[in-house]
Every structure is written in C-alpha cells, then in structure tokens.
C-alpha cells in the first residue's frame, strides 16, 4: 500500500509555511505531495478539487466513448439511459465534498452532465 502526505491549507497559509519534503510517522518516512488520493477523492493541497473534478470527468467521458461500441446493440432510450446513468454515478459519487467550489468546477461537472445524453447518438 502506497501512502503520502500532504500539507493542507489557504494559499497564504501554505506560502508562510516552511517547505517540508517528507513526514516521519511510526518510524516510517511518508513523501508530501501536492495531491493524495483518499477513498476515490483527488484532494490537493489547497482543497480547489481541480484534480478530482478533472478525474471525474475524464473517466465519464471515456465510459460515454466505451458505451459506442455497443450502441448498435441498444435502443436510443436504453443507450440514453445508460448514459446518464453513468455519468450521474461518478458525478454523485463524494458531491458532498464539492460545496462551495469555483463556479468553474461546476460548469465543468455540468458540461459533462449535458453531454451525457446527447453524446451516444
């Protein structure tokens, strides 16, 4: 099992703090990065979300590019319903986290919600 640390704050915070490189836990040395990933959640040290919200979308829009091959196999409802369904599972997946965040990431996670019907015809 793979861990990390990373330091977590406002920018102005993170700037008044010194540099650390790694964190000594139980005599075990942990390297800090910029993002650590937790139960499926890309958190970065500024708490923006920009990572996850990008893994989000990416991997809705490579289950809507997988869902092509089978589109001749199904009704345009059907593949319609699968669609959204797909996209909507990784979009409610952790949405709790996601109060608050830049109007940006919110048009980001709804450009990819719009997408999802339209995108297996």
């Known amino acids: 099992m793979k861990s990390e640390a990373t330091l977590l704050g406002s920018p102005r915070c993170l700037q008044s703090f010194p540099v650390i490189h790694d964190v000594s836990i139980a005599s075990s040395v942990l390297p800090t ?7 499926g959640v890309i958190l970065d040290s500024k708490l923006t979300l920009d990572a996850h919200i990008f893994a989000v ?7 809507l590019r997988a869902l092509r091959h089978i589109k001749s196999s199904l009704t345009v409802d059907m593949a319609t319903s699968i669609a959204v369904a797909l996209v909507q599972l990784r979009l409610d997946y952790a ?8 109007t940006r990431n919110i ?3 709804q450009r990819c919600q719009t997408f999802a019907p339209t995108a297996i015809q």
């Open 33 to 39: 990065t910029d993002k650590v990933t937790t139960l």
């Open 57 to 63: 979308c990416k991997n809705a829009h490579f289950q």
């Open 95 to 102: 949405n709790s986290l996601l109060y608050r965040v830049s």
């Open 107 to 109: 048009y980001k996670l």
